[in-house]
């Protein structure tokens, strides 16, 4: 009874953890940034992605002191980790396929399936961000305390660097040029720069509206093979997405391919008018990884 | 692509005028309009009920629908 009961966790141990979850959830937040697409939203989307964050981190940081122990099944818990993943990258996509019918213009499957796969590797971040701190703390034990949390917390750093950079996606400004375009209504025919865009404007409320408030946008892709890419339909979809979502819409969307130039345009009515943002909005419009083709690979 | 589109497709009216020889018309509605002014005041009402888009035919036909 008198007998001192042995550590459940030794203090090294402890620290190892506490820096490794630390770090590993300071790569989910670094890399959970909420910019123009205003998505995750504030607050609650980010909340979540957070602790799921945290969760990955923790899991990546014990996994040291667990094999330490002898406690080899413990392993066991990143293959349940990767399981939980995948059910984020599910629960991101339903929700967003949720949301389609509520949107200006749908997001598409290509965009949705895009987005959920990045919230999916966000994670991996966080894991393998801890796994580097965790790893490297244990490695360095004989420097000492100090020096160790040191060590442990720049090569987690140098591990998210590399990683966040390595999977960093192009844009659509990577690829082309964009620039404004003039609207031109022939009668009940709207034309953009000379490239026939709808047939549809039959009553005059319609011309004037388009032609007044009508806004519209050429995207150029800056070598042929980018065409591919480029024009596209999950990648049109996402650039009008991009566009409505930002400015709204009042009313008509169109997106149409000129064959003879590879010219892509876009023409809509938004509520808010303002072309400079708008072709920001359109350059920063992510390169979808399942329309990227690599004409090397086609030889 | 045009406007509305998580809304359904397809062609809604038609609204012609008496020298229109419309011999079927599937699911859609056709009226005919006494004259011009006429039509063009049926089409723009029931486009704006629909939200629907107008095409105007060579002939002076006038297609209400949703692309």
């Given at each position: ?61 014990v ?36 949301l389609?019918?509520?949107e ?16 999916e ?50 844009t ?6 964009i620039r ?27 011309q ?10 050429i ?13 596209n339909?999950?990648?049109?979809q996402?650039i ?21 130039t ?38 | ?55 105007k ?11």
């Amino acid at each position: 009874m008198g007998e001192k009961s042995p550590p459940v966790i030794s203090t090294d141990d402890l620290l190892i953890i506490i820096v490794a979850t630390l770090m590993g959830t300071l790569a989910r937040y670094m890399t959970l940034r909420l910019d123009y697409r205003q998505y995750p939203s504030h607050p609650n989307g980010r909340m979540i992605h957070l602790v799921v964050g945290f969760i990955a981190a923790a899991i990546g940081a014990v996994a040291i002191p667990a094999i330490k122990s002898n406690n080899f099944t413990a392993v066991t818990f990143l293959a349940l980790a990767i399981q939980n993943f995948r059910d984020v990258r599910k629960s991101e996509r339903e929700s967003l396929k949720d949301l389609e019918t509520t949107e200006f213009t749908p997001r598409g499957n290509a965009y949705i399936d895009g987005i959920a796969k990045t919230f999916e590797s966000r994670n991996y971040f966080a894991l393998i961000v801890s796994l580097v701190t965790a790893t490297t703390m244990e490695s360095a034990k004989y420097l000492g305390l100090f020096p160790k949390t040191i060590l442990g917390v720049v090569l987690g750093y140098a591990a998210f660097y590399f990683i966040s950079h390595y999977s960093k996606g192009k844009t659509v400004g990577d690829i082309s040029s964009i620039r404004e375009a003039k609207i031109e209504v022939r009668n009940t025919e709207l034309y953009v720069e000379n490239i026939f865009i709808s047939n549809l404007l039959g009553t005059e409320n319609a011309q004037k509206l388009i032609s007044e408030e009508g806004i519209a946008v050429i995207i150029e892709p800056t070598d042929n093979d980018l065409r591919i890419a480029l024009e596209n339909y999950g990648q049109r979809q996402a650039i009008l997405f991009e566009a409505t979502r930002t400015f709204g819409i009042k009313r008509y969307h169109f997106t149409r391919r000129d064959f003879s130039t590879g010219k892509v345009v876009i023409c809509f009515v938004p509520i808010i008018n303002d072309v400079d943002r708008l072709l920001a909005v359109v350059k920063n419009t992510p390169l979808l990884e399942s329309v990227k083709k690599s004409p090397a690979v086609m030889n | 692509m045009s406007s509305e589109s998580n809304k359904a497709t397809g062609i809604f009216a038609a609204v012609a005028l008496s020298h229109h020889k419309i011999s079927g018309s599937g699911n859609a509605f056709v009226l005919e309009a006494r004259d011009l002014d006429e039509q063009n005041q049926l089409t723009i009402e029931i486009a704006k009920a629909l939200k629907a888009d107008v095409l105007k035919l060579s002939n002076g036909l006038n297609i209400i629908l949703r692309a």
